[in-house]
């Protein structure tokens, strides 16, 4: 195996795929041979030609950067020598390449795969038949928390578990802030993954149980129960009546083979490293443009994350409203940041830049990878639901807990979270660890699903990508991950406005 890869025959550095030594060589393709200048860790860059002061550093075949001195070949590339190039809201041209959106978009839906899942009565699919307790405000959080306890020695038959989501909010917020939280709970009671839900309010709070309904809609009152804790003399024995009752009646509930464009898969990535986009994510976009052709949908979202690789996505967007529709997405998280007074650059994280990671540019391209190659069909906006199938665009933020939150929220039934550093982690659905380097994989496989470090061992894209489909199609139908079998559920809401 190589120690080093060029990704792109444009590449002006090579990634190091293993720790490597002042004074080693790198022999290229070309046949001229580099020696590193320093040592350099396994994730990082190497020069493999000289690259003068404000010249662009190359990798994906795309500027990352530009250098902020004159960098010697064989030298290590990094935070140290080079910038971003990327500087406030910009204007965007739509150039797609139609002949090509065109010809992706028949193929969309053109295989055929199954699972076993809970079709609903609403139509839609879920991969899990669980109790879901959703608080209105976080002021009954401990009392969700403990019922979930109590009513978890109640399940049986089909249901897998009661769990209580817990979150901060609900209360003491205005305008566009509070009615985001009532969307992503009222969502959440939706979601198909839930057999039934209790919805758990204090009576007292601005979304109130009565204010939530109707963004909830038309709910079966056999499986959607609600209790306001200040009008009951006991909310727990009230809570665990009703909790036995929505157990009785999903416990019933069986598995039926689907079809897998029933699947809406929701695309993360957190703790990157200089490897995410060299395995874990193209292998996740390969595993995007899978699903697609089997008629499914898939989800990418932290916009920030997007920046200085948004063009790639926007000239795949599927027409010109499209197209529109990713601009403001793009510019319109571009001016939340500076109306709050911060920089819009201020990324990748510590753990991004130890892993490798130099630039927002760099950790945007490795990042859009996950969306693979089809044409984006939609852009949704936060807590919107999903209803067109193929690639869609989410705006939600980078935060692993609130994009991957949002991702179910809009209707993914899983995400495939692809990661470098690791993360014990889960969201509201089930929640796959895809490890970037096999490093990680070793050391925490109490908390990673696969390995798509196994590209970096001679396994080919083809190999895994069949690989991991299948056994997507195996979490769908019942397989637990690894943060299922630890028993961790997380969620956590984009807060964005004044709390009073």
Same mark, same amino acid.
């Given at each position: 195996?190589?120690?080093?890869?060029?990704?792109?025959?444009?590449?002006?550095? !090579?990634?190091?795929?293993?720790?490597?030594?002042?004074?080693?060589?790198?022999?290229?393709?070309?046949?001229?041979?580099?020696?590193?200048?320093?040592? !350099?860790?396994?994730?990082?860059?190497?020069?493999?030609?000289?690259?003068?002061?404000?010249e662009n550093v190359i990798k994906y075949g795309y500027a990352i950067g530009h250098a902020t001195n004159?960098?010697?070949?064989?030298?290590?590339?990094?935070?140290?020598?080079?910038?971003?190039?990327?500087?406030?809201?910009?204007?965007?041209?739509?150039?797609?390449?139609?002949?090509?959106?065109?010809?992706?978009?028949?193929?969309?839906?053109?295989?055929?795969?199954?699972?076993?899942?809970?079709?609903r009565a609403s139509g839609k699919v879920g991969i899990r038949n669980e109790i879901w307790i959703i /608080?209105?405000?976080?002021?009954?959080?401990?009392?969700?928390?403990?019922?979930?306890?109590?009513?978890?020695?109640? !399940?049986?038959?089909?249901?897998?578990?009661?769990?209580?989501?817990?979150?901060?909010?609900?209360?003491?917020?205005?305008?566009?802030?509070?009615?985001?939280?009532?969307?992503?709970?009222?969502?959440?009671?939706?979601?198909?993954?839930?057999?039934?839900?209790?919805?758990?309010?204090?009576?007292?709070?601005?979304?109130?149980?009565?204010?939530?309904? /109707?963004?909830?809609?038309?709910?079966?009152?056999?499986?959607?129960?609600?209790?306001?804790?200040?009008?009951?003399?006991?909310?727990?024995?009230?809570?665990?009546?009703?909790?036995?009752?929505?157990?009785?009646?999903?416990?019933?509930?069986?598995?039926?083979?689907?079809?897998?464009?029933?699947?809406?898969?929701?695309?993360?990535?957190?703790?990157?490293?200089?490897?995410?986009?060299?395995?874990?994510?193209?292998?996740?976009?390969?595993?995007?443009?899978?699903?697609?052709?089997?008629?499914?949908?898939?989800?990418?979202?932290?916009? /920030?994350?997007?920046?200085?690789?948004?063009?790639?996505?926007?000239?795949?967007?599927?027409?010109?409203?499209?197209?529109?529709?990713?601009?403001?997405?793009?510019?319109?998280?571009?001016?939340?940041?500076?109306?709050?007074?911060?920089?819009?650059?201020?990324? /990748?994280?510590?753990?991004?830049?130890?892993?490798?990671?130099?630039?927002?540019?760099?950790?945007?391209?490795?990042?859009?990878?996950?969306?693979?190659?089809?044409?984006?069909?939609?852009?949704?906006?936060?807590?919107?639901?999903?209803?067109?199938?193929?690639?869609?665009?989410?705006?939600?933020?980078?935060?692993?807990?609130?994009?991957?939150?949002?991702?179910?929220?809009?209707?993914?039934?899983?995400?495939?979270?692809?990661?470098?550093?690791?993360?014990?982690?889960?969201?509201?659905?089930?929640?796959?660890?895809?490890?970037?380097?096999?490093?990680?994989?070793?050391?925490?496989?109490?908390?990673?699903?696969?390995?798509?470090?196994?590209?970096?061992?001679?396994?080919?894209?083809?190999?895994?990508?069949?690989?991991?489909?299948?056994?997507?199609?195996?979490?769908?139908?019942?397989?637990?991950?690894?943060?299922?079998?630890?028993?961790?559920?997380?969620?956590?809401?984009?807060?964005?406005?004044?709390?009073?």
């Amino acid at each position: 195996m190589s120690r080093f890869l060029q990704i792109h025959p444009e590449d002006n550095v !090579v990634v190091c795929l293993e720790p490597m030594t002042k004074g080693e060589k790198i022999s290229l393709s070309s046949g001229e041979e580099i020696t590193l200048l320093e040592d !350099v860790n396994a994730g990082h860059k190497v020069a493999i030609r000289d690259i003068s002061e404000n010249e662009n550093v190359i990798k994906y075949g795309y500027a990352i950067g530009h250098a902020t001195n004159d960098i010697k070949t064989g030298s290590w590339v990094h935070t140290h020598d080079i910038k971003t190039n990327l500087d406030g809201i910009l204007e965007y041209r739509y150039e797609p390449d139609t002949e090509d959106i065109s010809k992706k978009i028949t193929r969309m839906g053109s295989k055929e795969s199954t699972f076993e899942g809970f079709v609903r009565a609403s139509g839609k699919v879920g991969i899990r038949n669980e109790i879901w307790i959703i /608080p209105t405000v976080g002021c009954v959080n401990n009392i969700a928390t403990a019922l979930a306890k109590i009513a978890n020695t109640y !399940v049986k038959g089909s249901v897998d578990e009661v769990v209580a989501f817990t979150h901060n909010y609900g209360c003491s917020q205005t305008g566009d802030d509070q009615e985001h939280t009532r969307t992503i709970l009222s969502d959440l009671v939706n979601h198909p993954n839930a057999g039934g839900v209790l919805v758990l309010g204090l009576g007292c709070e601005n979304s109130n149980i009565d204010v939530l309904k /109707p963004y909830i809609g038309k709910v079966d009152e056999s499986r959607v129960k609600f209790l306001v804790c200040q009008e009951s003399d006991d909310e727990m024995e009230d809570g665990l009546k009703l909790l036995k009752e929505i157990i009785d009646v999903a416990s019933n509930d069986k598995r039926e083979t689907v079809s897998a464009s029933n699947l809406i898969i929701g695309l993360k990535c957190g703790g990157s490293d200089g490897f995410s986009g060299i395995t874990a994510n193209p292998l996740v976009g390969r595993i995007s443009d899978r699903i697609i052709e089997n008629g499914g949908t898939s989800i990418l979202t932290e916009v /920030p994350e997007m920046f200085g690789a948004e063009t790639i996505l926007m000239n795949r967007c599927k027409d010109e409203a499209t197209f529109n529709d990713t601009v403001d997405m793009i510019n319109g998280f571009k001016e939340y940041f500076t109306k709050q007074g911060e920089p819009i650059y201020e990324n /990748p994280s510590p753990g991004n830049k130890a892993g490798g990671i130099t630039t927002l540019e760099d950790k945007s391209l490795g990042c859009t990878q996950k969306s693979g190659d089809y044409p984006v069909m939609k852009v949704l906006k936060y807590g919107e639901k999903t209803n067109e199938r193929g690639l869609n665009l989410l705006c939600a933020p980078g935060n692993d807990l609130c994009a991957a939150t949002a991702l179910a929220s809009s209707g993914a039934q899983i995400v495939l979270f692809t990661t470098g550093r690791g993360t014990p982690f889960a969201c509201p659905v089930p929640t796959m660890k895809i490890a970037s380097n096999n490093m990680i994989a070793d050391k925490k496989s109490n908390w990673i699903d696969y390995r798509a470090g196994q590209i970096l061992e001679g396994k080919t894209f083809d190999e895994l990508t069949d690989e991991l489909y299948n056994k997507i199609l195996r979490t769908a139908s019942g397989e637990k991950l690894k943060s299922e079998i630890a028993g961790f559920h997380d969620m956590a809401i984009w807060k964005r406005g004044v709390t009073l």
